[in-house]
């Protein structure tokens, strides 16, 4: 299921784009975000935010491109603080971050291969909630496994 | 202490590790360079073995959902483009199944000659066509995407033909007199 509003359950239209120079001025002054995203700026960097509400941006990806490994690894996903925790109001952001990913590794041909390399003490909870299998001391998902989740976070279900 | 530990240890204060995941992801950083290379080169191994042990079923799978969300995305264009014509788009799944364009055509049912001209963009597709796809491609391409495709190209080209438009328009009398 794409965004949801927690508290009706209805599917909130969304966008995924690239992030532009501009935006790392809005993320920097929206105190949302902890992490340093102009430190990110170098790799393939993507916002989500609600149709019609662009200048609330509801979290962030930065992707890094490993052709010769036939891979895309999540190098960091961060949701804004006010749907982080028991007081968020939105549903499902960093899943639909995550399916992006897949998505595009389906389209460079690496099978819909994305990896992570999560803190140890993490590992059991990203394979619980995303399926990500283990690759020695990094997670992977691919075909089958990221479809299900492009299915999952970026469809409408009549689609 | 390293980034991640310090931003875990930030995070974990007011959040559980459950509201972790679901609200970030963040490469561990706390293992020395070295360590790093060897944690590399182990996951390049598996990733290489699992490369070299794909069947062919799962490969086409990859290339099948490459072609079905380019085909998505493009629904959510506006215009029309020539790369996502219909004839593009069945070459390319053509090209996909690695079967020769005479086996495809045994495939759906064709002569290759009525093939061979689908491919080429020298004859229009029918919606029979369309099922034919849907039934090939397991249901992943979807009758109703190749009907989009070919009705936002039939689009195009009603709204641009302006010799047909003058052609049929002298078989027209008595036009209605509007405003």
């Known amino acids: ?159 | 202490m390293k980034k991640s530990e310090k931003m875990y240890a930030k995070l974990s204060a007011r959040l559980t590790d459950e509201e972790i995941v679901d609200g970030y992801l963040f490469n561990d950083d706390e293992v020395s360079a070295e360590e790093r290379e060897v944690d590399h080169q182990e996951f390049l191994a598996l990733r290489m073995k699992r490369l070299s042990e794909m069947t062919e079923g799962e490969k086409l799978f990859g290339r099948l959902m490459k072609l079905k969300y380019r085909m998505q995305d493009y629904f959510e264009t506006k215009e029309f483009d020539p790369a996502y014509s219909f004839a593009r788009l069945l070459k390319g799944y053509s090209s996909i199944i690695n079967r020769s364009n005479k086996e495809f055509a045994k495939d759906l049912g064709l002569h290759h000659s009525k093939l061979s001209r689908l491919l080429n963009g020298k004859e229009k597709p029918n919606v029979e066509l369309m099922y034919r796809l849907d039934k090939h491609s397991n249901g992943e391409l979807p009758a109703h995407y190749w009907w989009r495709l070919y009705a936002k190209e039939f689009e195009h080209t009603i709204m641009n033909d302006q010799e047909k438009r003058a052609e049929e328009s002298k078989r027209v009398s008595n036009a209605l007199r509007t405003g």
């Open chain 1, 1 to 159: 299921m794409p965004l949801k509003k927690i508290s009706t359950g209805e599917s909130l239209p969304s966008i995924i784009s690239r992030v532009v120079n501009d935006d790392y001025v809005l993320i920097d002054k929206s105190g949302e975000f902890s992490f340093d995203w102009t430190a990110e700026s170098g790799n393939e960097v993507f916002k989500i935010y609600l149709k019609d509400k662009q200048e609330n941006i509801l979290g962030l990806l930065s992707l890094m491109d490993y052709p010769e490994e036939y891979r895309i690894h999540l190098n960091l996903i961060e949701v804004g603080k006010s749907n982080v925790g028991k007081k968020k109001t939105i549903d499902n952001i960093a899943g639909c971050l995550i399916a992006v990913a897949c998505k595009i590794a389906f389209d460079r041909d690496y099978f819909g291969f994305v990896s992570l390399k999560p803190k140890t003490k993490l590992i059991s909870l990203y394979q619980e909630v995303y399926g990500f299998r283990q690759y020695g001391r990094l997670l992977g998902i691919e075909g089958e496994g990221s479809n299900q989740l492009i299915k999952k976070y970026l469809q409408d279900e009549e689609e």
